[in-house]
């Protein structure tokens, strides 16, 4: 039984917050909220005069910062903004939460990153809605990589994204997520960081990548740690063509 299903969405181009980003973001997030018929009970905003600590969740507090164009007092623009779901008299709100996700820019990596997880059997939810999902987020900007991970217990995403090793990784299997955690920018843009069941891949970054991947190259997979059946790619919107979805067959529901 898959306890958390997650998402990676990452641009390392420096693709910045905007207030329109931030807007279509949140409105498809509580589009989502809505259909579910849930509410978060902490958010967090990321930036200059903020405290980006789990605070409770008002809808009159985030209609504030609507108001202000999502601008502090200093008239910078806020870094990042995120929402979580947490059983009700949650006493540790940054880790009991069964749904978790953020929009976030790093500057001193100019990585823009936004990161969904969430536990399918507290708020049900279908593969084929969670790949829906991740394709309406990756239309907000321009992605160079991301990924869908499923796990047996509810660890979000950013532990995976960060690599943080949970102790479930042998120093063997470890090194490389560290390896490439540590590697400059331009590396990261050439070599993925790992291998999951769905993965998208800018076209015009990881060309080389994705031949090897569709060919099942060896020494590609040995370097990376997949063990899987390997791959097949799996046709995008039209907005979407400039990303491969390298997808296993029996999780091509992902990306339909």
Same mark, same amino acid.
């Given at each position: ?34 259909r579910h018929g849930v509410i978060p009970t902490y958010w967090w905003v990321e930036g200059k005069g903020f405290g980006d600590k789990l605070t409770k969740f008002t809808s009159k507090k985030l209609q504030n910062l609507r108001e202000k164009n999502y601008l502090d007092r200093g008239r910078k623009l806020i870094e990042g903004l995120g929402y ?19 929009? =976030? ?16 059997? =507290? ?6 809605? =969670? ?78 990548? =994705? ?46």
């Open positions: 039984m898959k306890n958390s299903i997650g998402f990676n969405l990452t641009s390392l181009s420096d693709e910045k917050l905007t207030p329109e980003l931030i807007e279509k973001f949140n409105q498809i997030t509580f589009d989502f909220f809505q979580a779901i947490n059983p009700k008299e949650s006493d540790a709100p940054a880790f009991d939460s069964f749904l978790k996700l953020g929009l =976030i820019y790093t500057k001193e990596l100019q990585r823009l990153e936004l990161t969904f997880t969430i536990d399918p059997n =507290i708020i049900p939810v279908t593969p084929k809605e =969670i790949g829906e999902l991740f394709l309406e987020y990756a239309r907000l900007f321009v992605v160079d990589f991301g990924f869908i991970y499923e796990h047996e217990s509810f660890e979000h995403v950013n532990a995976v994204v960060i690599g943080y090793n949970d102790n479930n990784y042998s120093k063997e299997e470890w090194e490389p997520y560290l390896r490439w955690y540590q590697s400059p920018t331009e590396e990261k843009l050439r070599h993925p960081r790992n291998l999951f069941p769905v993965n998208l891949l800018r076209r015009d970054l990881y060309k080389e990548a =994705i031949e090897k991947i569709l060919r099942g190259d060896r020494e590609f997979f040995d370097s990376y740690h997949y063990r899987g059946k390997g791959f097949v790619e799996h046709p995008l919107p039209k907005e979407l063509s400039y990303l491969a979805c390298l997808v296993e067959r029996e999780h091509t529901y992902y990306c339909d």
